[in-house]
Antibody, heavy 114, light 107 residues
Framework: QVQLQESGPGLVKPSETLSLTCTVS????????WSWIRQPAGKGLEWIGR???????NYNPSLKSRVSMSVDTSKNQISLSLRSVTSADTAVYYC????????WGQGTLVAVSS | DIQMTQSPSSLSASVGDTVTITCRAS??????LAWFQQKPGKAPRLLIY???TLQSGVPSRFSGSGSGTDFTLTISNLQPEDVATYSC?????????FGRGTKVEIK
């Protein structure tokens, strides 16, 4: 059974970098794309981007200048970095198996505040 | 980028009713359309992919249709456990944009 678990700081200061990790268990990350998706409280889902094990990435144009994703196949982990954060980046962040998003992590809340 | 317009934003129906949610793409996306159900405090759950293919384990009262730019999610015989927010997502090419969601409540 494939499981995804997001981890990282729950609080980030404005202008700093948000860094999250998604650990995949039960499957090799080499076979799929992996997406990051976020959801501000009370709002809809926003696709951040996706990464393939070989390093291929696609990002949401609205975030492209600040986001990067990578894969560590030795640890079966996917990473997300979002630079220069503001309060607008406060959200629950999910990782999901792409392209169908058929498997999701439980999500992790990241608040941006000083 | 292709925009996904979902309607209505919310609806209220009685147990046993049939409800319909629509999703319109600003450009054709063939059948690369998925529907998700999300309950409060939980991660979204994939219901339908390829516009009309039911994900394993999803009750048959959920169905999807459409192709190109216009898509529909139908819930037949609405049940109390169907109270949730439903969102569409295109996945033909990046970005995999979501619709804004439809909140379904029971009268």
């Amino acid at each position: 059974q494939v499981q995804l678990q997001e981890s990282g700081p729950g609080l980030v200061k404005p202008s700093e970098t948000l860094s999250l990790t998604c650990t995949v268990s039960g499957d090799s990350i080499s076979s799929y794309f992996w997406s990051w998706i976020r959801q501000p409280a009370g709002k809809g889902l926003e696709w951040i981007g996706r990464v393939l094990a070989g390093g291929t990435t696609n990002y949401n144009p609205s975030l492209k200048s600040r986001v990067s994703m990578s894969v560590d196949t030795s640890k079966n982990q996917i990473s997300l970095s979002l630079r220069s954060v503001t309060s607008a980046d406060t959200a629950v962040y999910y990782c999901a198996r792409a392209p169908l998003a058929d498997i999701w992590g439980q999500g992790t809340l990241v608040a941006v505040s000083s | 980028d292709i925009q996904m317009t979902q309607s209505p934003s919310s609806l209220s129906a009685s147990v046993g009713d049939t409800v319909t949610i629509t999703c319109r793409a600003s450009q054709g996306i063939s059948n690369y359309l998925a529907w998700f159900q999300q309950k409060p405090g939980k991660a979204p759950r994939l219901l339908i992919y390829a516009a009309s293919t039911l994900q394993s384990g999803v009750p048959s009262r959920f169905s999807g249709s459409g192709s190109g730019t216009d898509f529909t999610l139908t819930i037949s015989n609405l049940q109390p456990e169907d109270v949730a927010t439903y969102s569409c997502q295109k996945y033909n090419s990046a970005p995999h944009t979501f619709g804004r969601g439809t909140k379904v409540e029971i009268k």
